[in-house]
């Protein structure tokens, strides 16, 4: 067991420990407490955390960690299947790199779990996966929810992508057209297969529209690549024409709309905003969005959309976002227990509370500032990041 002594604890619950303790057993949180007794001569691990800040492991919602390899340039480069606008059947499980270097910079900047998949050159892109930053070579052991959303993208990517090759989608009514048809055939697909079971017959299985049953189930919420206004409300439009979830991922203009974001339900997982306006789509982009979303009533997880924006920038996204109306506490908590609510893993990350998993990063200072950093990272209950080992190795 490994005991954490004397820090403040942040739980992102309604709770705050000005000093507490944190026991580990195995992979799970055992016990918090304001202060936890250990018999005379018991062998657990001590870690002294006077003066640190202790939170849940953050999490970043929107990433392309190994499957946009740091330094590998085309080889490592897995992101985008730019030669077909569908392809919901690709799964991120089977591209993503657990040895990418990134991995390490996330761990060093206690960032334990990371929601990853394609890019947004595609109408439809694939299946995303949630996993943990570090503990295994094996994807299979660090991945949580797989599949964990299905990528569709709207506006200047997959025109580009695609109208640069003389093929639909040119136009964001292609987009949207082509995203409807296929959402379409695949109802029809899903509906045929129930029917087939019901009575009992034969059915031809299609893997392509087999990949959508779960979006269309509402069991994993489309995550839609939206920047501009327009996309923003067409990507929304889309989903409640076919009663699906989906995150407005990026919802660069949607402090423009932030009403009409609020009245429609759907949560937003805003950034990069810590990268250059070098699009069309993104000249709007500001700081400021997060927290007008926010204020009117909008879950709000921040993203760095790695490597857009380096994975180890993403407390200082949350700071900035923070420092332009969000605040401090919902700035933590958009890469904690938000950001774990919107990806759907929140009964085991992105809090401290008994029974979740030991996800638990140790910091000199609040985490949003610039000058904190980060002294311990555990996941899954084992010491993953040592900052005193680091600097002496």
Known sequence: MILIQNGTLLTMT???????????????????????????????????????????????????????????GKEGDDCNESTK????WLRALDAINPMDAAFDDAVRAGITSAM?????SNVAGGQFLFMKTKGDR????????????????????????????????????????MLRQELFHAREYLRKKKQAEKDEQTFETDFCYESWI??????IPL????????????????????DLKITLDHCTEGHLIAKEIADAGFPAIVGPDFASRDKIEVQNMAFKTAGILHKAGVLVAVTTDHPVSIIQSLPICAGFAAKCGLGKEEALKAITINAAK????????????????????????????VST???????????EFNIYDEQNS
């Not at 580990?24 to 005379?40: C, D, F, R, S, W």
């Not at 779960?214 to 069991?219: A, C, G, N, T, Y």
């Open 14 to 72: 309604d709770k705050t420990y000005e000093p507490g303790d944190i026991l580990i057993e195995g992979t799970k949180i055992k016990k918090i407490a304001k202060h936890i007794n250990l018999p005379e001569g018991d062998t657990t691990t001590i870690i002294d955390a006077t003066g640190c800040i202790v939170t849940p492991g953050l999490i970043e919602a929107h990433c392309h960690l190994g499957i946009s390899e740091a330094k590998m």
């Open 85 to 88: 606008p569908l392809t919901p």
């Open 116 to 120: 990853i998949g394609p890019g947004s």
């Open 138 to 177: 094996v994807i299979d052991h660090l991945t949580m929810l797989a599949p964990a959303a299905m990528k569709v993208a709207f506006g200047e990517n997959p025109k580009v992508a695609f109208g640069d090759q003389n093929v639909m989608p040119m136009t964001r009514m292609a987009i949207a057209g």
């Open 214 to 219: 779960p979006v269309l189930e509402r069991k």
């Open 223 to 242: 995550k839609a690549h939206v920047h501009r206004t327009d996309d923003i409300l067409t990507a929304i439009r889309i989903a409640k024409e076919f």
């Open 342 to 369: 919107i990806c759907q893993v929140d009964d085991r990350v992105g809090s401290l509370e008994e029974g979740k998993d030991a996800d638990i990063a140790i910091f000199d200072g609040f985490p949003l500032e």
């Open 373 to 383: 950093r980060c002294l311990y990272t555990f996941i899954n209950g084992r010491l």
